[in-house]
């Protein structure tokens, strides 16, 4: 018996079957964990609830927004924080450098005034020719290898986007000379849901789905659309959307050529270790979220899962959740105590906590954070993209696109899939 059949039910693949069931198509999801939602699945650890990483959203599209506007949710004002060297600065720290002393604001401006210009090739050369020296090497290069995980000159340029702030002049003056330099985020509100972290968001797409769990796929021959499980069961399909990581979907794939596997072997993504925590004090957190510079301290960000919603911890708590990446470029070589001592030692030097407030620390790893853009990635990946595609696979989602998409873009990258699926199927059939 053959089907539609999605691998993956995190929001991109729960978007297929939503999709398509609005047309008329029933299709069943396998997931290879034990709960779907990827990674925008939550978890609790005593009472209290944490997310995979740092979730928000700000979606503007009417399909998402119909989905997610479904769950009660609250609203926050889209700002956050830096430390650096025993300071807190308001984002972008560039465009907010009040706090420091006369003579550094002075220096880095000067050196931004005086920035050079330069063919921009890479992210480094995007850093520099956008700040100056002085001003990327203190703040967006650091925090590119904490980030990242590899250094600026080794990522490409197509990511960047709106993503990251570009200088203007009369921003960087203001914000130097006063601290009460506007927001200039991206984006001004964003919605975090009431109760049941950020997985109730997709609860309506998870509620009305076909899942089955436990289903980790180790086969797939493309030419008799045949998919085997690691449990031993196996299906046959009529239509595919893959969301699942492109280089484990080529692994699994039957003649898959030498220079797509190739192709596919040289793509990497980030690993996220997540240490949460809870402390026996209300408000700790600065900020919503923070950015941190240090680099003898090991996370690149942290969030307060409180602050997003009071329901994420015991009455009169707050949880903050500390977020250290790496990547096969830049292997992690701590251990979770190691870490969790570091994040227990941040707490101390940034003055939020002190170690006899701790009363939960908890230690997660995320073996995909976020798709890494090293230089020529692109190309590598679309060679892999056409070629699956040519299989009669579609994809969908930040790890089946291999691409850098938020929850609301994976959510529409899903609605596509099934178009496509369906289309396809419409033209075989």
Avoid at 218 to 225: H, Q
Avoid at 406 to 423: C, D, P, T, V
């Amino acid at each position: 018996m053959s089907g539609h059949v999605v691998l993956g039910a995190g929001v991109a693949g729960l978007a297929v079957a939503h999709r398509a069931r609005e047309l008329g198509t029933e299709v069943t999801l396998y997931e290879a964990s034990a709960t779907a939602g990827g990674l925008l699945d939550s978890f609790t650890v005593d009472g209290w609830r944490f997310d995979n990483g740092v979730h928000l959203s700000f979606a503007s599209e009417p399909e998402v927004r119909a989905v997610f506007d479904r769950t009660p949710y609250a609203e926050h004002e889209a700002a956050s924080l830096n430390w650096d060297d025993g300071r807190w600065l308001k984002h972008p720290v560039q465009n907010n450098m009040f706090p420091l002393p006369a003579e550094e604001r002075t220096a880095l401006i000067a050196d931004f005034v005086a920035r050079p210009e330069l063919e921009v090739r890479t992210y480094r050369d995007w850093l520099i020719h956008q700040y100056g020296h002085a001003i990327a090497e203190r703040w967006p290069l650091v925090y590119t290898r904490k980030y990242w995980t590899v250094d600026a000159g080794e990522l490409g340029l197509d990511w960047i986007g709106n993503r990251m702030r570009r200088a203007d002049v009369r921003e960087v003056l203001f914000g130097a000379m006063s601290p009460e330099a506007p927001s200039t985020y991206y984006i001004s509100r964003m919605r975090y849901p009431v109760r049941g972290g950020y997985r109730a968001f997709i609860e309506p797409l998870i509620e009305g789905a076909d899942i089955r769990t436990g289903h980790r796929a180790t086969a797939l021959d493309w030419r008799a659309r045949r998919i085997r499980f690691a449990n031993g069961e196996e299906v046959a399909y009529d239509g595919l959307v893959s969301t699942i990581p492109l280089p484990v979907l080529i692994d699994i794939m039957t003649e898959v050529p030498d220079e797509v596997r190739a192709a596919a072997a040289s793509l990497f993504a980030s690993q996220v270790d997540l240490i949460s925590i809870g402390i026996a004090r209300p408000d700790v957190s600065p900020s919503l979220w923070f950015y941190i510079y240090d680099t003898d301290i090991m996370a690149a960000r942290v969030y307060s899962p409180s602050w997003k919603s009071a329901a994420n911890a015991p009455a009169g708590h707050s949880s903050l959740q500390f977020e250290i990446y790496s990547s096969p470029r830049n292997p992690q070589t701590a251990t979770p105590e190691e870490m969790k001592e570091n994040c227990l030692a941040a707490l101390e030097t940034m003055g939020l906590a002190r170690r006899d407030e701790v009363v939960l620390l908890h230690h997660k790893t995320l073996p995909y954070g976020n798709v890494v853009f090293d230089l020529g990635m692109e190309a590598r990946r679309d060679l892999v993209v056409d070629w699956v595609r040519g299989c009669g696979i579609e994809l969908a989602g930040r790890f089946g696109e291999w691409a850098y998409l938020w929850s609301n873009q994976s959510f529409m990258s899903g609605r596509r899939a099934a178009e496509a699926m369906l289309r396809a199927s419409d033209a075989s059939s």
